[in-house]
Structure formats: structure tokens, C-alpha cells
């Protein structure tokens, strides 16, 4: 077994938690493309009893974005909602969870429309400011979760000055990483409790598979986790586990990449006429720009605009492009643009969504790693 612990992080997305196959040598670890596994007497086995427990190539998997977030434990998910789902699942009925005004939509529907039912509360805070959250802090609180940078408003929240919060109130403080990736931000350096990935996005990184991941250091919770996990089931298969093995090996070059074309898409249309506003960590004038600095080591790849125009003229741009597609998700090598409001946000009510930002003319914008001459010139042209 290699020390990826001194390995700095593009070692580690390239070698932690992989060693060659002990049978062939073959040097990427194989698919097992298995349910069950024999025993040779009841108990006795390799350490792998039934697939949906554990899989080896699962396992190597988990070992390396634990590696990349400098975690102890890692549990992948077939989804980033299964992810979700797997800490909600550790609160009881009368529990109360502190979030932001600001979360992907899918997060947002969970929380109300499937974990409320069951006597779980929700309340959703402009955590731009940090203080806001104790007034909402009662003897039932229990979670604080946030996301950051947020999706698709690009709020960036303290994660240290949340953990000390959390920490002073005894609250499980739980990120969402997803619009960072572990190449720009790691939340438990900054003192979380978990941070969650949905694994589709930069990690995968090739728009080609569904998965989350949970990463964290504490036994305790990693313990009613992993039980939650098998328990409850939503676990990813082998050949998805591959190829998020794969894409892995080049996140942080990929990263690289996002961001240096993300700050060019968002320098070009900060100054089009036919943008009335802006969302993008990196500008000096953005609300948190200081804290983004603190708690990230770049801007990233994603960036939103408010279209000057109505609706029809909002579609009518989003429909123009020749290099970004137009659609859901983000984080893959090729440039997406999204309407939120129509799209990845459309179970947030009209009002709660238009209060932090997401109106009609709002356009997101996952930039990839093409060549960005292309990607401006698409732009230009989309937007003339
Ligand atoms: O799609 P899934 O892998 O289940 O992940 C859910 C999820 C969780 N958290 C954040 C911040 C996300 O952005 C997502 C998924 N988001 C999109 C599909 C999107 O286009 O915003």
C-alpha cells in the first residue's frame, strides 16, 4: 500500500486508493462486475460479502476522494440526492435544520417536499451573514447544512465562522462541496462535519455518470452512515465506480482549466451590454469575494448572469449556442448553460426563488475546458 498522505493533490487524484490488480498487475483497478461473493464458510470470506455492502471498486474509489478531502472515511451514493438523503436520514421527527436561501433545487425538494412530512424542519437563511443563522437555533437543531459556492447565485458562506457555530451549538455542520470539488476547497480543514459531493459533476467530470459521495472523519457518524448506506441501499455500481476512478486521474487539470476559462467567460460578460448582472466569486465587488479568497484557492468554473430582457429573450439566447448545450448539470468538460428557473430550480416556488436571484432572465453557466476563443466567440454570437 503506497502513503498518499505526503502526496500532494494531483498524486493523490492519480494514486491514492490504487495499487495494481494482485492477479494480472493490470495497473487500473478492474471492474468487479459482481453481486455477491463466495464464502468458504458462513463468515468466512475476503472481506466482501454482498455487493451492495461493498464492492473492491467502490472501494478504491471511496479511498481516493477521502484522499482528496484529507478525510478518514468516504461513502459513495448512486446520486448526490442519495448522498443527501443519507443525512437527512440521521435526523428523527421534532429535529430542526438550519440551510441556506440558496440551494440547488433538487437539495430544496428533498428537504420540503420529502423529509417535512415526516416532522423534520426546515428553515432557509441568507447565510451570507454567518450571524443570522443563532436565531434560528433551538434545543431541536440538530443540522446545519450549507452549500457553497452556492448554485446557482454564487453566494459564497464562511464555512469556519459556520463551524464555530456549529461547533458552540452542538450541530452537525455539513457542506456541500459539488461547485468546488476538493481541488478548490476542502470544509473540513475548515472544521464540517461532512462534506457531500454529487460525484456527477467535477469529479466524474465527463457528463457520463450519476453518483454523490460523503466524506468525513468522525467514527460516530461515519458509523450510522455506512449503516444508512447499506441499510437503505443507494449504493453506485462497479462500471459507474471506474469511471469515476478515471476521471479522477485528471481533476486537477481539469480544474486548472475550469477556472481559467471560467474567469475569462465571467471578465467578458461582465462588461456586455447585454448583461444586467453578474455572478462570479472572483470579482473584487462580489459580497463574499474575501471570504472566497480565504476558503478557496480559485474561483472555479461556474458563472451566472442576469440577461437585460424578458423571458422570451432569456430562451431565445439560451437556445442561440454552438458550443455550450443547453442543459442540466455542470462540472463535465464541455460548456453547459442552464435556465435555472426553468430547470434545475423549477420545484422552488416563484417567489422564494426570485427573492435570492433566480428570476426568468437567469442563466448559469458551467464553463468548460474547451479552447476559450471558441467559447467567447460562442458567446458573442449567442448574445448579438
Ligand atoms: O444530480 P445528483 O448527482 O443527484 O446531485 C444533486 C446535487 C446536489 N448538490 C448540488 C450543489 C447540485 O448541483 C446537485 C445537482 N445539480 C444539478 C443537476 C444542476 O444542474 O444544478
Known amino acids: 500500500m503506497k502513503d498518499v498522505t505526503k502526496f500532494k493533490f494531483g498524486t493523490k487524484a492519480i494514486h491514492a486508493g490504487q495499487e495494481p490488480d494482485p492477479t494480472t498487475g493490470a495497473i487500473m483497478t478492474p471492474i468487479f462486475q459482481t453481486s455477491t461473493y463466495v464464502q468458504k464458510s458462513p463468515g468466512n470470506h475476503k472481506g466482501y460479502a454482498y455487493a451492495r455492502g461493498k464492492n473492491p471498486t467502490r472501494t478504491a474509489l471511496e479511498k481516493n476522494i477521502a484522499a482528496l478531502e484529507d478525510a478518514k472515511y468516504c461513502l459513495c451514493f448512486s446520486s448526490g440526492m442519495g448522498a443527501v438523503d443519507a443525512v437527512a436520514k440521521l435526523l428523527r421527527p421534532g429535529d430542526e435544520v438550519i440551510t441556506g436561501n440558496d440551494l440547488y433545487g433538487g ?6 417536499k420529502v423529509f417535512e412530512p415526516f416532522g423534520i424542519k426546515f428553515h432557509f437563511v441568507d447565510l451570507k451573514n454567518p450571524e443570522n443563522i443563532t436565531a434560528y437555533i433551538n434545543k431541536n437543531t440538530k443540522l446545519l447544512w450549507i452549500e457553497t459556492p452556492t448554485n446557482p447565485t454564487m453566494q459564497i458562506i464562511d464555512i469556519e465562522a459556520c ?46 455518470v450519476i453518483m454523490g459521495a460523503l466524506c468525513l472523519n468522525s467514527d460516530s457518524l461515519y458509523e450510522q452512515l455506512a449503516f444508512i448506506h447499506n441499510s437503505c441501499g443507494a449504493t453506485p ?41 453578474i455572478y462570479w466569486p472572483g470579482f473584487i465587488d462580489h459580497p463574499n469575494h474575501e471570504i472566497a479568497k480565504k476558503q478557496m484557492h480559485d474561483f472555479g468554473g461556474m458563472v451566472s448572469v442576469v440577461i437585460k430582457g424578458d423571458k422570451e429573450e432569456t430562451f431565445r439566447i439560451a437556445s442561440n449556442f454552438q458550443v ?25 416556488p416563484k417567489e422564494e426563488r426570485e427573492r435570492v436571484g433566480v428570476v426568468d432572465s437567469l442563466l448559469r453557466f458551467s464553463v468548460g475546458i474547451e479552447h476559450i476563443d471558441d467559447l467567447l466567440e460562442d458567446l458573442k454570437q449567442a448574445l448579438s
Open 107 to 112: 437539495t430544496y425538494r428533498m428537504f420540503t
Open 163 to 208: 463551524s464555530v457555530i456549529a461547533k458552540k451549538n452542538n450541530l452537525i455542520l455539513a457542506v456541500d462541496n459539488t461547485f468546488a470539488s476538493p481541488f478548490l476547497q476542502n470544509p473540513l480543514a475548515l472544521g464540517a462535519d461532512i462534506i457531500m459531493h454529487s460525484v456527477t459533476k467535477y469529479l466524474g467530470g465527463h457528463s457520463d
Open 237 to 277: 455500481g462497479p462500471m459507474d465506480s471506474f469511471l469515476v476512478i478515471r476521471g479522477l486521474k485528471t481533476l486537477h487539470i481539469r480544474m486548472e482549466r475550469h477556472c481559467y476559462n471560467g474567469r475569462k467567460v465571467a471578465e467578458y460578460l461582465k462588461s456586455h451590454p447585454k448583461i444586467e448582472k
Open 324 to 348: 455550450f448545450s443547453l442543459a442540466e448539470s455542470l462540472g463535465g468538460v464541455e460548456s453547459l448553460v442552464n435556465h435555472p428557473a426553468t430547470m434545475t430550480h423549477a420545484s422552488i
